[in-house]
């Protein structure tokens, strides 16, 4: 069992940056590979990153290459996701996941509650 929980959203201008976490909690957070996900109103989940359990392969969609970073450390049961040069068609709930690899994302075994990201134009 993996409980994960999410921070650091909030409301931007277009252009800043924001950095979200997730904590997780569960002796085995090392052995899962690690995503974002997000949900704009009315539309569907969508994947943003993905870490591998050993940090060393990390795949994005292509809305925040360039962009964002996904980033993970396993002693501290940590993943973050740096987000710069916000849009306000990043405007969604983050959700972080656990789970395993899937074709260039993950499959989730484990979603966070969600932090809202808001950024104004």
């Known amino acids: 069992q993996v409980l994960l929980v999410e921070s650091g959203g909030g409301l931007v201008q277009a252009g800043d940056s924001l950095r979200l976490s997730c904590a997780a909690s569960?002796?085995?957070?090392?052995?899962?590979?690690m995503g974002w996900f997000r949900q704009a109103p009315g539309l569907e989940r969508e994947f943003v990153a993905a870490i591998a359990w050993s940090g060393g392969l990390r795949s994005y969609a292509d809305s925040g290459k360039g962009r964002f970073t996904i980033s993970r450390d396993n002693a501290k049961n940590t993943v973050s996701l740096q987000m710069n040069s916000l849009k306000p068609e990043d405007t969604a709930v983050y959700y972080c996941?656990?789970?395993?690899?899937?074709?260039?994302?993950?499959?989730?075994?484990?979603w966070g509650q969600g932090t809202q990201v808001t950024v104004s134009s």
């Open positions: 996941a656990a789970g395993v690899s899937r074709s260039g994302s993950i499959e989730p075994v484990y």
């Open positions: 569960g002796r085995t957070f090392s052995s899962y590979h």
